[in-house]
Structure formats: structure tokens, C-alpha cells
């Protein structure tokens, strides 16, 4: 069985896949300064609470968090004896990257790529819904060729508490209209579907400019926050909350014929 891992600025998210299934899958708070010793424990305690600490032989993961990355692998190369394979534009992805500076792309936007391609193959934008809210355009071609970064819901939401005096924090859920009739509700509002009209928006911008404007384009949803705008909107094709994951158990299909015997990914 595979273990998959993509380190977020903000979650962690992480499946066990038997084939193309996936038997379990978790989300954690990315604190960096936990220790390997900390993270390994976590990991060891999730996938035997799962039933899965014997069955896993394969790990891959990916990382946009620097200072997580060596932790990482040393919590699963000392607690689970398992080698990982990291995720890098040196190995066989399944695409493309063909911006103007390849090496500046963050992995998770490369992987979530790789996986809409895999799924979906023909053009596609994908919504991803995390610490930043990123929007990336895929061709026919499979070609990751850009797309745009936004501040994510979140991130909006602490600013917006942190920076007026006389507004404070609010729960990230839709109000009953649009139409605030109290503050709580109003931020609310602009909050949800503020970010509603800003995704309708930039996906009708990105469909006239995507290279394959003449086809039908799929538009997929992902991220830990994707549930907060889906249901208010008709854009999105299809919602995958781990469509991450798919990508690196993709691209460990593609690779593991081609690893040596030193690397247990």
C-alpha cells in the first residue's frame, strides 16, 4: 500500500491507497515546529488506529513548507522505516510545466495538475481553496501553462478581523441572503460569496483566455475550503477535496517502475 503526504502552509493531508482506492484519509494542522519525533508518533498512531501500520510499503509526498520537508521524511524513514520519495521536477509527472519559470511553480499546483490531466483528460481549470486560492489553467496538451493566485478565504477573513478595530472574527459560513441585516451576517456575506463571484469571475476570464477557449473546458474544485463556495455556484464541475493525493498516487504509478532499490516511494 502507498502512503501519500502533501505538506500545505496550512493542512497536511495524507491517504493510504491500496491500487487506486483509498482506504483512509486525514487532514492535519501544519505546525511547523513540531519535531520528527512528533510527526512520527502522529503518523504511527493514525495507521495503526486504521489498521493499516503493517500494510503500508510505499511513501511519496510533496512539500511547499521548507522547513517541514526534512522533518517529514525523517519521521517516516525513523518511525515507520519506510524511505520517501519526494516530488520534484526531475521525475516523469504526467505533464508539462510550461510557464515562463517552471522552477517557481509551487509542487501542489504541478500535482493537482497532474491529477485533473489523469482524470479529466482535455482542458480544465482547477479552483484550489487553501491557505491562497489558486486558479490553474490545463490544456489538451497537458500542459500546466499558469494561472492566478489569490489571497485565500481565510487568510481574507483574519486580515479583515485583525485590521478593523470594530470587526471581529466570524464563522467562515454562508448567511441566510445576501444581504447582511446585522455585522456578523454581512461580513459573512462578503466573506462567502465575495469569494463566490471573485471565482465565478476569474474562471470566465481564464475560460476566454485558456489556449483550448474553442472546446468545452471542466472546472474542478479542490482544497479544504472548496465546501464553502460550491454549493453557491454552478461553475464547478466536479469537487475532489483530495484531488492532491490523487496526484501523487498518479505520479508514483508513473515512477515506481524506475526507482532504485534504495527507495522504498
Not at 78 to 98: K, S, T, W
Not at 182 to 208: D, K
Not at 218 to 244: C, K, M, N, Q, S
Request: net charge negative; with cysteine.
Amino acid at each position: 500500500m502507498l502512503l501519500a503526504i502533501d505538506i500545505g502552509n496550512t493542512n497536511i493531508t495524507l491517504g493510504v491507497c491500496e491500487g487506486q482506492t483509498w482506504r483512509r484519509q486525514w487532514r492535519l494542522l501544519t505546525v511547523q515546529e513540531k519535531t520528527a519525533d512528533e510527526y512520527g508518533l502522529i503518523l504511527k498512531g493514525l495507521l495503526y488506529g486504521a489498521g493499516l501500520d503493517t500494510a503500508v510499503t510505499h511513501m511519496i509526498f510533496s512539500s511547499v513548507v521548507p522547513r517541514l520537508t526534512a522533518t517529514l521524511d525523517a519521521a517516516c524513514r525513523q518511525y515507520l522505516g519506510l524511505v520517501p520519495l519526494e516530488v520534484g521536477l526531475n521525475l516523469d509527472l504526467g505533464i508539462r510545466v510550461a510557464t515562463d519559470v517552471p522552477s517557481q511553480v509551487g509542487m501542489d499546483r504541478i500535482i493537482n495538475a497532474t491529477a485533473a490531466y489523469h482524470l479529466y483528460p482535455g482542458p480544465s481549470i482547477i479552483v484550489d481553496m487553501g491557505t491562497a486560492t489558486k486558479f490553474d489553467v490545463v490544456t489538451a496538451a497537458g500542459e500546466l501553462v499558469g494561472g492566478v493566485i489569490a489571497p485565500g478565504l481565510q487568510l481574507t477573513a483574519d486580515a479583515l478581523a485583525s485590521r478593523a478595530a470594530k470587526l471581529g472574527q466570524v464563522a467562515l459560513e454562508a448567511p441566510p441572503q445576501t444581504i447582511g441585516r446585522n455585522t456578523i451576517h454581512a461580513m459573512q456575506s462578503g466573506l462567502v460569496f465575495g469569494y463566490v463571484s471573485l471565482c465565478e469571475g476569474l474562471v470566465a476570464r481564464l475560460r476566454a483566455e485558456h489556449p483550448d477557449h474553442n472546446r468545452p473546458i471542466r472546472i474542478l474544485g479542490t482544497g479544504g475550503l472548496i465546501h464553502l463556495i460550491a454549493e453557491y455556484t454552478d461553475i464547478i464541475d466536479h469537487v475532489d477535496p483530495w484531488l492532491t493525493l490523487t496526484g501523487l498516487r498518479v505520479i508514483h504509478e508513473r515512477v515506481k517502475g524506475r526507482l532504485g532499490e534504495g527507495v522504498t516511494g
